[in-house]
């Protein structure tokens, strides 16, 4: 069955740094998603993008943040100046059109130290 | 309490035995999915249940919804050692495709 795959699993990066999560969606999805996890806390909405642009974003999701799928196939997140409170475990998720179930990658742990 | 609430935090039981846990939300849906993640891993997809549907049926798998109390439950049948995992609701509100509000979770432990 079709994976989204998201490179690395574990990045220790130091604050202030810019960091680039990676993610491959599954190859026939249009739409396509960051979710984080703070350890110990729910599953955080970040964006949502379609059409190569982004529909939706959280307001978490502030200037800090960027989204680019940069080819057919990658879709990453960029934080630019990473800061203490942004670690926590980055999830990947592509899908069909809106309301049916989301696909999810295994999520990349930031650590900022 | 906010949108998305499992309850209970934390459910222990022996195999061959059934787990029930409940979610509550606040806001209208669409839908209501439910998903399961392994320690350290990422969130399956179980089951989505749509808000004209009352129940659904999948495998082991048992959701109930109920609209007027926005409450949904996950049932499952005749636990194994492998449901051992942490199970989310994620409530997807009408009109906002797919930006997910997820509950805090319910840690289920199958013990042998």
């Known amino acids: 069955e079709p994976e989204v795959t998201q490179t690395p699993s574990h990045q220790v990066t130091q604050m202030g740094q810019e960091v680039i999560l990676r993610c491959v969606p599954i190859?026939?999805?249009?739409?396509f998603y960051w979710y984080r996890q703070i350890l110990g806390q729910k599953v955080e909405f970040l964006v949502s993008?379609?059409?190569?642009?982004?529909?939706?974003k959280s307001e978490i999701f502030d200037d800090q943040f960027s989204v680019e799928r940069p080819d057919g196939s990658n879709f990453t997140l960029k934080i630019r100046s990473t800061k203490l409170e942004d670690s926590a475990m980055y999830f990947c998720?592509?899908?069909?059109?809106?309301?049916?179930?989301?696909?999810f990658g295994n999520g990349t742990r930031l650590t900022v130290t | 309490s906010q949108q998305g609430e499992e309850d209970p935090q934390a459910l222990s039981i022996q195999e061959g035995e059934n787990a029930t846990m409940n979610c509550s939300y606040k806001t209208s849906i669409n839908n209501l999915q439910w998903y399961r993640q392994n320690s350290g891993r990422g969130l399956v997809h179980l089951i989505l249940i749509r808000s004209n549907e009352r129940e659904k049926h999948s495998g082991r798998l048992r959701v109930t919804l109920d609209t007027s109390k926005k409450s949904s439950s996950l049932l499952i049948t005749a636990s194994r050692a492998a449901d051992t995992a942490s199970y989310f609701c994620?409530?997807?509100?009408?009109?906002?495709?797919?930006?997910?509000?997820f509950g805090g979770g319910t840690r289920v432990l199958v013990k042998p």
């Open positions: 993008f379609y059409n190569n642009e982004i529909s939706e």
């Open positions: 998720a592509s899908g069909p059109p809106p309301g049916s179930p989301l696909h």
């Open positions: 190859s026939n999805h249009l739409y």
């Open positions: 994620a409530t997807d509100p009408q009109a906002a495709g797919n930006k997910l509000t």
